[in-house]
Every structure is written in structure tokens, then in C-alpha cells.
């Protein structure tokens, strides 16, 4: 069977996990904007003082000084400024009626699969190897999470990705919430952490 072309259809399928999905990419967006900026205030001024430099504990200076933050030669922001149009597009797009055919849908859920582990490489390294936590950084771990949750949801709900002869349990898992509930174990997993450390 060939893919779907997309096109209007009559009923928006997973309305609220589009919502969800379009609310945590523009707050991540939103994040990654401003630390886009905050990297090239201090492009400009090594010495820039910046609004979250609370402390040696809560600093966005620290953690953007890094070499972890400029990981590909640039600053990480400016990939969370692609990746996250990327996804608001879909999530607009896919509120107005449009289906997107499925391999188009597997290479979102694959870039957006090395965005999260990104996002968690980068939380990781800020909290045991750099020792500062940057709450933009943190803003940004919490929206992918959410985001990453959507788009699997939609994923696995269309069998845009397939577990054979588990498929029916794997669905019907995901409509009890398990995706969900897996998503804010992982958020309240890192509030204890910054908690512990950093309050």
C-alpha cells in the first residue's frame, strides 16, 4: 500500500495531542530563542551577565561557556530553532486537516528521537560534569519530553510505527495513558534531581 498523500481530511485525528504537541514545541522554541540570543550577547561579551546567573549553581553564563554547549561548532540553541518549527508546522498542520504521508512521519519521529537524547545527553552533562543548571536548558529538556511523547502517540495510534504481533497491547497501553505517565515520571525524575542538587 502506498503512503497517503497529504491533503485535507473530515475529522482531525489526536486533537489534543497536537495541542500538546504544538504548546511544548513553542515553549521550547520560545527557550531556544533566548538562548540563541544569550550566545551571541556573549559572543559579543565574554563577561555578559545574563538574568537566570543566579549563582555558581543556576547559571545560563556557565553552562553556555561550555564546550558542551557548542557541541557541532555553533551554539546548541540553534538547533532547537529548527527542530522545534519543524514540529509546529506538523502540529498546525495536522489541526487544519493535514495527513502526512509515512515515511515523512518516521524521519520527524527519528530526527526528533536524537533531539531527546540530545536534551537529556545535554541535562546529564550539565548536572554531573559542568555543575550548573541552566533553567532555559531545563525548560527545553521538559518541552522535548513532551513533544517526543506527542509525536510517538501519533505514531504508534496511525501504525505509522508497527510492533507486530504486539500492536494491539502496545495501542491499547498508549490509550490508557502509559506514554503519558512514562513521560511525567521522567519530568518528576529530574525535578527530584535539580532539587536535590541545586535548591
Known amino acids: 500500500m502506498s503512503d497517503p498523500l497529504p491533503g485535507p481530511v473530515f475529522e482531525v485525528?489526536?486533537?489534543?495531542?497536537?495541542?500538546?504537541?504544538?504548546?511544548?514545541?513553542?515553549?521550547?522554541?520560545?527557550?531556544?530563542?533566548?538562548?540563541?540570543?544569550?550566545?551571541?550577547?556573549?559572543a559579543k561579551d565574554p563577561d555578559a551577565i545574563f538574568s537566570c546567573d543566579v549563582n555558581s549553581k543556576i547559571s545560563c553564563g556557565t553552562?553556555?561557556?561550555?564546550?558542551?554547549a557548542?557541541?557541532?561548532?555553533?551554539?546548541?540553541?540553534?538547533?532547537?530553532?529548527i527542530f522545534e518549527s519543524v514540529v509546529i508546522t506538523i502540529a498546525l498542520a495536522s489541526l487544519s486537516g493535514v495527513r502526512f504521508p509515512r515515511r515523512f512521519m518516521l524521519g520527524a519521529h527519528a530526527l526528533y528521537t536524537i533531539a531527546i537524547a540530545f536534551a537529556y545527553w545535554l541535562f546529564l552533562q550539565a548536572y554531573f560534569v559542568i555543575g550548573s543548571l541552566c533553567?532555559?536548558?531545563?525548560?527545553?529538556?521538559?518541552?522535548?519530553?513532551?513533544?517526543?511523547?506527542?509525536?510517538?502517540?501519533?505514531?504508534?495510534?496511525?501504525?505509522t510505527i508497527t510492533f507486530g504481533r504486539h500492536?494491539?497491547?502496545?495501542?491499547?497501553?498508549v490509550r490508557l495513558g502509559a506514554d503519558t505517565a512514562?513521560?511525567?515520571?521522567?519530568?518528576?525524575?529530574?525535578?527530584?534531581?535539580?532539587?536535590?542538587?541545586?535548591?
Do not use: K
Open 182 to 199: 512514562v513521560a511525567l515520571l521522567l519530568i518528576a525524575v529530574i525535578g527530584a534531581m535539580v532539587a536535590f542538587r541545586y535548591l
Open 13 to 42: 485525528r489526536h486533537r489534543w495531542t497536537y495541542v500538546e504537541m504544538l504548546l511544548s514545541s513553542i515553549a521550547s522554541l520560545a527557550a531556544a530563542l533566548v538562548l540563541s540570543v544569550e550566545a551571541w550577547l556573549l
Open 167 to 173: 500492536q494491539e497491547t502496545v495501542e491499547r497501553w
Open 135 to 159: 533553567p532555559w536548558c531545563l525548560l527545553v529538556t521538559v518541552a522535548t519530553t513532551l513533544v517526543f511523547t506527542s509525536i510517538t502517540r501519533v505514531n504508534i495510534l496511525d501504525r
Open 70 to 81: 557548542t557541541l557541532l561548532g555553533f551554539p546548541n540553541a540553534y538547533l532547537g530553532l
Open 63 to 68: 553552562v553556555a561557556e561550555s564546550w558542551q
